[in-house]
């Protein structure tokens, strides 16, 4: 079963930041905070991954909190591309596979 | 590089009959994987292979084959397809079992009747 809560679908202004919350309250110290996104009618995307620092790169800011049970993805200026279901996703890192158990991820509507 | 590459985009299959998923990376990953997506149910993990030779299960493996011959191809084999395994399916890959992202194919949409 998937170890995060995410919301089931959030709206959000194109232009503006877009603030995705994800709670992991039972993450264990060596396990990663890892966000896909997908499109519809493709495969998932990946996006950014952090253990403890927030961490950004082109396409997204990842804010964990301090005790590390809840996280953000940020993205910073909203495009109505950027509409598509987000995953946030727990992994074990040097687990025996590259297994990520999606849960059913939040569903991003850019409105113009 | 084409990437993870997924054939056929469309199947349709009457009950028990088999067929082959195709899947293929130009990347030289290790690690690749299969994944069916269902509504409302996210994706579920299927086979997966560490390297050439080498497969395993993952969450529902059940009416599932695969085999790892060589490092770019992954074949998904039905046996005798059922109903419950309309879907759609994923192939993925990696550089290792250890590597920070998946790399996604563009899906295998599958309908049995």
């Known amino acids: 079963d998937a170890k995060t809560t995410q919301p089931t679908s959030m709206d959000c202004a194109e232009g503006r930041a877009a603030n995705l919350p994800c709670n992991h309250s039972?993450?264990?110290?060596?396990?990663?905070v890892y966000w896909y996104r997908q499109i519809h009618s493709q495969g998932p995307q990946y996006i950014i991954h952090?253990?403890?620092n927030n961490e950004t790169n082109e396409m997204a800011s990842l804010i964990i909190t301090e005790d590390r049970k809840s996280s953000t993805l940020i993205l910073p200026h909203a495009t109505l591309r950027d509409t598509a279901v987000y995953y946030c996703?727990?992994?074990?890192?040097?687990?025996?596979?590259?297994?990520?158990?999606f849960g059913t991820g939040t569903l991003l509507a850019v409105q113009p | 590089n084409a990437g993870v590459t997924q054939t056929p985009k469309f199947q349709v299959l009457k009950t028990g009959q088999s067929m082959t998923l195709q899947c293929a990376q130009d990347?030289?990953?290790?690690?690749m994987s299969w994944y069916r997506q269902d509504p409302g149910m996210g994706l579920r993990l299927i086979h997966y292979?560490?390297?050439?030779?080498?497969?395993d299960q993952g969450e529902v493996p059940n009416g599932y084959n695969v085999s790892r011959s060589t490092t770019e191809d992954f074949p998904l084999r039905l046996l005798s397809a059922a109903p419950s395994q309309t879907s759609v399916y994923f192939c993925?890959?990696?550089?290792?079992?250890?590597?920070?992202?998946?790399?996604f194919g563009s899906g295998t949409q599958l309908s049995v009747l």
């Open positions: 952090g253990l403890k």
């Open positions: 996703i727990v992994r074990e890192w040097g687990g025996a596979t590259n297994k990520l158990i």
């Open positions: 990347m030289n990953h290790e690690y």
């Open positions: 039972t993450i264990s110290g060596n396990e990663y």
């Open positions: 292979s560490v390297g050439a030779g080498i497969t």
């Open positions: 993925a890959s990696s550089y290792s079992r250890l590597a920070e992202k998946l790399f």
